[in-house]
């Protein structure tokens, strides 16, 4: 799929993944029908009280993997539907960071929401089943270059060949994530702080996403996606695993399965949308990570954070 050089403004719209849930973080659209109507069809399908998992929690159920994955697909989705039902254009493209990509697909049609619940949650389980809980573990740098975090997580292994520690999100510049073993990580961690790291932390989720632990989940996902139906999207996805937009719908699915193993290259996909003249993205709830990302990727971008009523609407009037 080449990119679409026609339209003389355009826009993304991009959807975040694991680590931005918290307590209360659908709370801006409390009053939005289309934001409640999402979850209820959501918890009509897979059986459990989203809404209230949102709401209240606890954070302890919002932070485990099975959990937190449908919660933000369906938070995703409620919020493009609110953009839609608000008037909102449909975009130039859209992208996912990780589980996001999945809430891309469905906003650009290639994934029916209804597929897309059990799909996200077995993906899920399959990655928890990959790595037992307290096995692995995963961990944000900040403040060093991929290329120091990519030495220190080399370090943090060259006594240890059996574990596993590497880049897994490339986020921004001074931004990486890190996964595999959690002792690998941990060192890594101190490591990284030694090297003139700002900040290193282990993150709030149970399973090492995006490396070869996941290989297990990968050849589960693969084969669980053979059943799915997919369709040709009808807007782009730039996807993670090759930063490539496909409309070929076993092309998807293979990204996909790639996408369990292989790092998150999203300083590459905002790079790749401003190439494409894409002046502006929109982050479409919870949170506002990927906007103070994508600002320290590509300055002249404007970035626009969805995170209410109030700025659901301001992106509209920006974008229409």
Request: proline share 5%; charged share 15%.
């Amino acid at each position: 799929m080449t990119p679409d050089q026609s339209s003389v403004s355009k826009f993304a719209v991009v959807f975040a993944g694991q680590s931005s849930q918290s307590i209360g973080m659908m709370n801006g659209f409390a009053a939005d029908p289309v934001v409640t109507q999402t979850f209820a069809e959501a918890s009509d399908i897979l059986h459990q009280d989203f809404a209230a998992l949102a709401a209240v929690g606890p954070a302890e159920l919002q932070n485990q993997t099975v959990n937190t994955q449908p919660l933000m697909l369906i938070s995703g989705v409620a919020t493009w539907r609110a953009w839609q039902a608000a008037g909102g254009s449909m975009p130039s493209y859209f992208a996912g960071h990780s589980l996001g990509e999945y809430t891309a697909l469905v906003a650009a049609g290639a994934l029916n929401f209804a597929d897309a619940l059990p799909l996200v949650r077995f993906r899920a389980e399959a990655m928890q089943n990959a790595v037992p809980e307290g096995v692995g573990g995963i961990a944000v740098v900040m403040g060093l270059e991929v290329e120091q975090v990519r030495a220190a997580c080399a370090q943090a292994v060259a006594d240890a060949p059996q574990d596993v520690c590497e880049a897994v999100n490339l986020n921004s510049p001074i931004q990486t994530v890190i996964a595999g073993h959690r002792a690998a990580v941990e060192r890594a961690i101190e490591l990284a702080k030694a090297m003139g790291a700002k900040r290193a932390m282990l993150l709030p989720m149970s399973a090492p996403s995006h490396c070869v632990l996941m290989r297990p989940a990968a050849d589960a996902l693969a084969e669980y996606l053979a059943k799915v139906q997919f369709q040709k999207p009808l807007v782009p996805v730039i996807q993670n695993a090759d930063v490539a937009m496909f409309s070929e719908v076993e092309k998807i699915k293979d990204a996909l399965v790639q996408q369990l193993y292989r790092p998150v290259r999203w300083i590459e996909t905002i790079t790749m949308l401003h190439s494409f003249g894409v002046a502006t993205a929109v982050e479409c709830a919870p949170g506002k990570v990927l906007t103070g990302l994508n600002k320290r990727i590509v300055a002249d971008m404007q970035s626009l954070a969805v995170v209410d009523t109030a700025s659901l609407q301001a992106a509209v009037a920006l974008t229409t």
